[in-house]
């Protein structure tokens, strides 16, 4: 009887130990990821934002004085290379978007070829574009014409001649470079009197959020768009309950078991006035359906929060979801205008139906399948990732309710990635997701490898430079007939009109401390300038998904720092946007330089 009560007391010690070493372990890791994210101890504290410090003056980047180095070598740059904006009320066809990239939905035979895609949506545009017999901009009185609708100024957004299309992200912690990429994305590319930019703030985790935003020195350059409309600043709270369409829950096969033999729910109300369902739904006396969720089951993990945002956010809202590290390139009007605007992407190039991402989601709001979508991630406890959505979806016969996009759309280097690529490769031609951030000569292998375009004249004379023309051998030049099978002349190399010095033997700052006065040469410029533009940067694809890499800047004259100076250039009124518009709205300031690059 002791050796029984001794062991039992053994068992209870032995567990008690375990307890506190795993509570210890827990609280340890905890301790350190939290001050890593903040510097603080506490749970409460807001992240760290990087250090912005700006360069002084004069100061040498890559060897050679920065303030002299030129932008580019290509003489003519062609900002409008899109042409004209698509008319307001432009629908994309699916059906042809899917088949011309795709394939047949059995064999996908299509799928893995990229460059033809990108092809197909940079040059055949007319093929999958069109405008309904009832166009949306007549679908209501209220929308002005478009001969009379008012034009955007510096403090006011304009007027819309059609319905106004929602764009959402979302964001934990302070604005970084990257909310400014993607925020002066958005305005390079959209139709912005047409659309409205939600930006989704983590108030569960840090309460003042929006606040905290607001008083970023880091996004006070987009205030000004705040306070024109173009921007929202939106606090993300899990809602404990998400409104249902009225008789989804009863027509949804998975809940047959709660029918009665008539086919409907039991009548009888709880105290509250409200009939529970099952997993989560009840019924109120007015037959409004919600969807329930306890305190046990929300969770804020920041990747599960994300995941499941884009889909509660989209069911209440509607419009098109996309992930902060997505960049647009093209206006996404056509996509998620037509009524039924329902999608995501494959998942890289996997070839099950169900296997989707996304990280660009479109969603009617409060339909039959979002209602349904969000309702099962809810079931499955609060399991929102995509790829089990999806399968979920292919499981319940309902996957084809939310079309596939190929990876070309939105992320046209996944299956190059992943080594899933048929055919020739992109322009550029990536092998690798970082290489959008390097901008050190040669860092990027055979980027122009499939460039068959006609050449951009750059501003060159003779031969000797270090940079190639995107010709010669790595190049397929077109012949002028399929008869002549003759090889082409290689074309010259060029030398850019920038002076050239003889390299310095010793890189020392003048009197005044600075390195202001020394001549720029460009054999000595770690990060040279060289032929990138937006122009050849996925032409075609909507967008480009950088893939996390939260932590990294662009080098000087990498193809983001092209895209970069492309912006400001836009947002100063210097430049043109890709269809050719000059910017008109309040002052917006440029990117900072990174001292990690001087």
């Not at 304009?158 to 929602?166: K, S």
């Not at 109120?284 to 929300?298: F, Y």
């Not at 390195?515 to 937006?534: F, H, L, Q, S």
Request: aromatic content about 12%; hydrophobic content about 35%.
């Amino acid at each position: 009887m002791d050796y029984n009560n001794s062991s039992k007391l053994q068992r209870c010690g032995l567990l008690l130990r375990n307890l506190f070493i795993a509570s210890l372990a827990y609280t340890s890791v905890v301790g350190v990821v939290t001050v890593y994210r903040t510097g603080s101890l506490s749970p409460f504290s807001k992240p760290s934002a990087p250090s912005k410090e700006i360069v002084d003056t004069g100061s040498l980047s890559g060897g050679v004085n920065w303030r002299l180095r030129p932008e580019t070598l290509v003489k003519d740059i062609n900002d409008a290379y899109a042409g004209e904006r698509p008319h307001v009320d432009t629908y994309a066809n699916f059906t042809r978007l899917i088949e011309s990239c795709r394939g047949s939905s059995t064999k996908l035979e299509k799928m893995r070829n990229v460059h033809n895609c990108l092809s197909y949506l940079a040059n055949e545009e007319k093929d999958y574009t069109f405008i309904p017999e009832n166009p949306p901009s007549k679908s209501s009185q209220e929308y002005p014409s478009i001969e009379k609708a008012e034009k955007p100024s510096r403090t006011n957004i304009g007027e819309c001649p059609g319905p106004v299309q929602l764009f959402h992200t979302y964001w934990t912690g302070p604005s970084t470079w990257r909310v400014e990429f993607f925020v002066k994305g958005y305005l390079y590319s959209q139709n912005l009197p047409c659309s409205r930019l939600y930006i989704w703030l983590d108030a569960d985790t840090y309460p003042n959020a929006v606040a905290s935003m607001m008083d970023d020195p880091g996004f006070a350059k987009f205030l000004p768009l705040v306070e024109r409309g173009d921007i929202t600043l939106k606090a993300w709270k899990f809602p404990h309950r998400i409104p249902l369409p009225k008789g989804s829950v009863e027509q949804d096969p998975l809940y047959a078991n709660y029918l009665s033999k008539e086919g409907t729910f039991d009548d009888r109300m709880n105290s509250k006035g409200e009939r529970y369902i099952g997993d989560g739904v009840v019924v109120k006396k007015d037959g409004s359906e919600w969807l329930v969720l306890t305190e046990r089951q929300m969770t804020f993990l920041p990747v599960a929060v994300s995941d499941a945002v884009r889909f509660v956010v989209l069911h209440l809202y509607g419009g098109v979801y996309l992930d902060m590290d997505v960049l647009l390139l093209r206006d996404m009007r056509s996509l998620i205008l037509p009524p039924d605007h329902n999608f995501a992407e494959r998942w890289a190039v996997h070839s099950h139906p169900g296997d989707f991402n996304t990280a660009v989601l479109s969603l009617n709001p409060n339909s039959s399948l979002s209602s349904y979508l969000v309702r099962g991630g809810v079931r499955m406890g609060l399991n929102f990732h995509p790829r089990i959505i999806g399968r979920m979806a292919w499981k319940d016969g309902r996957v084809e309710e939310l079309a596939m996009f190929e990876t070309g759309l939105f992320d046209p280097i996944w299956g190059e990635f992943n080594w899933g690529r048929e055919g020739r490769c992109s322009i550029p031609c990536f092998k690798d997701y970082g290489v959008a951030f390097l901008g050190t000569r040669d860092a990027v292998k055979d980027e122009w490898q499939t460039y068959d375009s006609p050449q951009l004249e750059l501003k060159a004379t003779s031969k000797g430079s270090e940079l190639r023309k995107r010709t010669a051998t790595n190049v397929r030049t077109k012949r002028s007939s399929p008869e002549d099978n003759a090889e082409p002349e290689p074309e010259p190399e060029i030398t850019p009109e920038v002076k050239v010095v003889a390299p310095a033997k010793k890189i020392e700052k003048g009197p005044d401390g600075t390195y202001g006065g020394r001549e720029y040469n460009i054999a000595d410029d770690k990060y040279p300038p060289n032929n990138r533009t937006m122009e050849n940067f996925f032409r075609g694809a909507w967008s480009y998904h950088i893939h996390n890499q939260w932590l990294k800047h662009p080098q000087p004259n990498s193809w983001f720092d092209v895209i970069q100076r492309a912006h400001d250039g836009f947002l100063r009124g210097e430049r043109t946007n890709l269809y050719g518009e000059r910017w008109v709205g309040p002052e917006v300031g440029g990117y900072d330089r990174w001292p990690e690059f001087e």
